[in-house]
């Protein structure tokens, strides 16, 4: 059948590792994002829209951070630093940290005694006011981009590889690389006869260009073949970086949230608002603490989302993707979880590269959503949220 | 009252489509449904379908000055293309009133902004007719275009399209123009490029799903390119508000296959950053797209993998015919001696001078008599090429030029000259 054939041929193994791989990195970032979101939910019950735009600033704070370290996009730069990376990192969560403290203080405060419906209407103009102001404010809304090749010293790929190439056919292809040479070294022999240039040549020089195009197929698609049963896990060093970071983020958040004073009466606030304030929780100061922890995250997650995926656009609609799907990620895991935040980022990375993976790619962005509806069907409080029964 | 799963859902979605509204897509918005580019024998100019008519005669110029409107995208991510539209059609409208206008009445060019989204092209046209416009030019992208065109024609005022490309946006109407080549020239002559010149046989494809004018270049090139024999597999991303700049799932897939070329058809706001994914990769191979790569900007997110790729654009700075010359010298004196960073400058200018030349040779000063006049264009010596639009369904045969991008050098040129192309050159 025809479907089946074509189900069944786009399933290529050997690059399911990869792409695994690829969707847990991928996944750590809507993950760290996620975290702020659900954070905030937790003790305050309020989904924090500007979250996205939070962590759109927090980029802008690191491209202007490395600006200033001169790494421009024209001109010289100095020498690649890892003390610029942390300085990038920093800027832009004390920036995104700032951010917060305003939004909270002179947004979201006043609201608190208001109809929730109030601060989440508020929370979406705040949205859109930072999207659009932005696009006046920030640069004239030009787009830009962190000059991470210039800037970071993590260069190259980390490979794992799983299963070798067939060396028996790579030597066989390897006979055909002379054939290949000469004809290069014909057609190099031949371009000074030819004034109009590698794009109009004679009769001869095509027949020539053509002869080294045939051969050089011919050699690589022999070795193609040999290298067809490879499967190797290649990622970037930066992107290891980047997984790392995220993980040590998150281990100080759970130290944070697990094993301080802050943190058991953010989880006293979380579980009872009123009867926290009832037994001397600071519940403003707490809220506020929050805000910028949540925050702090973001800025670290845009940082390294531009950075360590080269060439990222930084416009102020930046945050509006991340945030969304980091937004369906805390829902996914069950929003006011923050375990759940992490499960669901991670779930939703490593789903939208298995689609890429099974040759559906357009519907990429729309598994995400798909997962959502399916998982709030069967468990109404998302994977690890507990659903409560909720009188009005 | 608690918030319940309900709210929640209810939340998440609207806000998605809210967000998806609000920001739209680049190239978006509604796309005609006469999709037949390759379906149906084409006649002169590219269309196939039968242009519908515009119902009314159009407005006539009233008060002391003849207003054209113009939208360009001045803000968001085509940015360096609406400045350069605007600056090119200011610079054709100063020369045309300084030369003593027609007749001593001068002409008032209006700005609206699209900010580069399809939905607010279809505000700033529709505004710029209430202040009583006669001609409209714009927009650098089809989508816009399209919504430009949509909305100028019930009341016949004639648009002259800037930088879209996409085959069929002269089955918009009788009304549409447009001064560049379309995707069906496009397309071919990258795929020749791709085939005869650069000897590939094997090229992944990479679609912008949410762009128009991606799906339409994709489309014309993998056409073309299976008709000399070459081998193509096409793969999706979005740019939109859904989009995502990390394109390692597709490259690993492309990567996978061993191709032996990468065919982009998106805008440099993406390309960039996929060229450079790609080459971190492991994809070493060539690289080309349309003209949605002609931005410097495309250096700044490809960085040094972008070097050496190919793309097909309308003219190039370093062009010896005398309009350009012409052109740059004035161009240059209003800018500190600076070039026009994109394609976009000259194309403006060009669409803003035919309308001027139409407005001139029309029977009467109004909507009808422009878009008559435009009608009747014959080799018009334009800085892109020379123009005929008569008989010609809104797209003229223009010629197209190849270029490599290279290193930024001291003047701020970054494209050399590879081959040009004009419509006999395409085997068919």
Same mark, same amino acid.
């Given at each position: 059948m025809d479907f089946s054939t074509h189900f069944v041929a786009a399933f290529e193994l050997t690059t399911l590792p990869q792409q695994l791989i690829n969707g847990l990195l991928n996944g750590a970032i809507y993950a760290l994002i996620a975290l702020g979101y659900t954070m905030v939910y937790g003790v305050l019950k309020l989904i924090n829209f500007a979250h996205g735009e939070v962590f759109m600033l927090g980029a802008y704070g690191a491209l202007f951070v490395s600006w200033k370290l001169g790494y421009q996009p024209d001109g010289n730069a100095p020498p690649p630093s890892l003390m610029a990376l942390v300085l990038m990192l920093l800027g832009a969560m004390l920036i995104c940290t700032i951010v917060a403290f305003f939004?909270?203080?002179?947004?979201?405060?006043?609201?608190?005694?208001?109809? =929730?419906?109030?601060?989440?209407?508020?929370?979406?103009?705040?949205?859109?006011?930072?999207?659009?102001?932005?696009?006046?404010?920030?640069?004239?809304?030009?787009?830009?981009?962190?000059?991470?090749?210039? +800037?970071?010293?993590?260069?190259?790929?980390?490979?794992?590889?799983?299963?070798g190439a067939d060396q028996s056919r790579l030597a066989e292809a390897e006979k055909l690389k002379p054939a290949w040479d000469a004809a290069v070294a014909e057609f190099k022999a031949r371009m000074p006869l030819e004034p109009g240039g590698e794009f109009n040549l004679s009769q001869e020089g095509e027949r020539l260009?053509?002869?080294?195009?045939?051969?050089?197929?011919?050699?690589?698609?022999?070795?193609?073949?040999?290298?067809?049963?490879?499967?190797? +896990?290649?990622?970037?060093k930066g992107q290891v970086v980047l997984f790392t970071i995220t993980i040590i983020l998150m281990a100080v958040l759970t130290y944070l949230v697990m094993f301080t004073k802050q943190g058991r009466a953010m989880r006293a606030v979380s579980h009872d608002f009123n009867a926290a304030s009832l037994m001397g929780i600071n519940i403003d100061s707490i809220i506020t603490f929050t805000f910028l922890l949540g925050s702090a995250l973001a800025g670290a997650g845009a940082m390294m989302y531009c950075t360590f995926i080269p060439g990222t656009k930084i416009d102020s609609f930046l945050g509006l993707a991340p945030g969304i799907k980091a937004f369906t990620a805390a829902v996914l895991g069950g929003i006011g979880n923050i375990p759940g935040a992490v499960l669901g980022g991670l779930v939703m990375g490593v789903a939208e590269y298995l689609v890429v993976w099974a040759g559906y790619d357009s519907y990429r962005d729309a598994i995400a959503f798909l997962i959502l509806i399916v998982v709030l069907l069967f468990r109404p409080g998302g994977l690890l949220g507990s659903a409560k029964v909720e009188k009005v | 009252m608690k918030p319940s799963i309900k709210t929640l859902a209810f939340t998440l979605v609207s806000t998605f489509v809210l967000g998806a509204a609000l920001t739209g897509c680049n190239g978006g918005g509604d796309t005609p449904k006469t999709e037949g580019d390759n379906t149906k024998p084409p006649v002169a100019g590219g269309t196939t379908a039968v242009r519908p008519v515009p119902p009314s005669e159009g407005p006539m110029a009233e008060g002391d000055t003849i207003k054209i409107g113009t939208v360009c995208s001045v803000t968001g991510d085509n940015k360096p293309w609406g400045e350069d539209? !605007?600056?090119?059609?200011?610079?054709?409208?100063? /020369?045309?009133?300084?030369?003593?206008?027609?007749?001593?009445?001068?002409?008032?060019?209006?700005?609206?902004?699209?900010?580069?989204?399809?939905?607010?092209?279809?505000?700033?046209?529709?505004?710029?007719?209430?202040?009583?416009?006669i001609a409209l030019i714009g927009e650098v992208s089809s989508g816009n275009t399209i919504q430009m065109a949509k909305s100028a024609f019930l009341k016949g005022i004639p648009v002259v399209a800037v930088g879209a490309t996409r085959t069929d946006l002269g089955n918009e109407g009788?009304?549409?123009? =447009?001064?560049?080549?379309?995707?069906?020239?496009?397309?071919?002559?990258?795929?020749?490029?791709? !085939?005869?010149?650069?000897?590939?046989?094997?090229?992944?494809?990479?679609?912008?799903?949410?762009?128009?004018?991606?799906?339409?270049?994709?489309?014309?090139? +993998?056409?073309a390119f299976e008709k000399l024999g070459g081998k193509v597999k096409e793969h999706f991303y979005a740019s939109g508000a859904g989009g995502n700049s990390n394109y390692s799932g597709n490259l690993t897939e492309i990567k996978g296959e061993n191709p032996d070329g990468l065919f982009l058809s998106? !805008?440099?706001?993406?390309?960039?950053?996929?060229?450079?994914?790609?080459?971190?990769a492991?994809?070493?191979?060539?690289?080309?797209?349309?003209?949605?790569?002609?931005?410097?900007?495309?250096?700044?997110?490809?960085?040094?993998?972008?070097?050496?790729?190919?793309?097909?654009?309308?003219?190039?700075?370093?062009?010896? =015919?005398?309009?350009?010359?012409?052109?740059?010298?004035?161009?240059?004196?209003?800018?500190?001696?600076?070039?026009?960073?994109?394609?976009?400058?000259?194309?403006?200018?060009?669409?803003?001078?035919?309308?001027?030349?139409?407005?001139?040779?029309?029977?009467?000063?109004?909507?009808?008599?422009?878009?008559?006049?435009? /009608?009747?264009?014959?080799?018009?010596?334009?800085?892109?090429?020379?123009?005929?639009?008569?008989?010609?369904?809104?797209?003229?045969?223009?010629?197209? +030029?190849?270029?490599?991008?290279t290193k930024k050098d001291a003047a701020g040129n970054w494209q050399k000259f590879a081959k040009d192309f004009v419509a006999s050159d395409i085997k068919k």
């Open positions: 939004i909270e203080r002179f947004a979201y405060r006043p609201m608190r005694n208001q109809p =929730r419906i109030a601060s989440l209407i508020t929370a979406i103009g705040l949205s859109l006011l930072l999207q659009y102001a932005g696009q006046i404010f920030l640069l004239n809304g030009t787009p830009q981009t962190i000059q991470a090749e210039k +800037i970071s010293p993590f260069s190259g790929n980390v490979v794992l590889n799983l299963r260009h053509t002869k080294q195009g045939d051969a050089e197929r011919a050699y690589k698609a022999a070795l193609n073949d040999g290298n067809a049963g490879v499967m190797k +896990i290649e990622v970037p | 539209s !605007y600056e090119g059609s200011k610079l054709a409208v100063e /020369e045309f009133n300084a030369a003593g206008g027609l007749g001593g009445k001068k002409v008032e060019l209006i700005l609206g902004d699209s900010a580069s989204k399809p939905d607010q092209a279809k505000t700033a046209t529709e505004k710029l007719m209430s202040q009583g416009v009788t009304h549409v123009f =447009r001064v560049c080549y379309s995707d069906d020239f496009q397309g071919p002559v990258m795929a020749q490029f791709a !085939y005869a010149n650069k000897n590939l046989r094997n090229v992944a494809v990479m679609t912008d799903n949410s762009l128009p004018y991606s799906q339409g270049l994709s489309k014309s090139f +993998i056409t998106g !805008y440099f706001t993406e390309v960039g950053p996929i060229v450079n994914q790609a080459r971190a492991g994809i070493t191979v060539p690289v080309m797209g349309g003209d949605g790569w002609d931005s410097d900007l495309i250096l700044a997110s490809g960085g040094d993998a972008i070097i050496g790729g190919y793309f097909c654009n309308h003219y190039n700075n370093a062009d010896n =015919r005398p309009q350009v010359i012409e052109f740059l010298k004035k161009w240059r004196a209003k800018h500190n001696g600076k070039d026009p960073g994109t394609t976009m400058g000259a194309l403006g200018y060009d669409a803003m001078a035919i309308t001027l030349n139409a407005l001139k040779n029309a029977k009467t000063v109004g909507a009808k008599g422009i878009l008559d006049a435009l /009608e009747d264009t014959v080799d018009y010596k334009a800085v892109s090429g020379d123009i005929t639009l008569k008989g010609m369904n809104g797209n003229p045969d223009k010629r197209a +030029i190849v270029v490599e991008i």
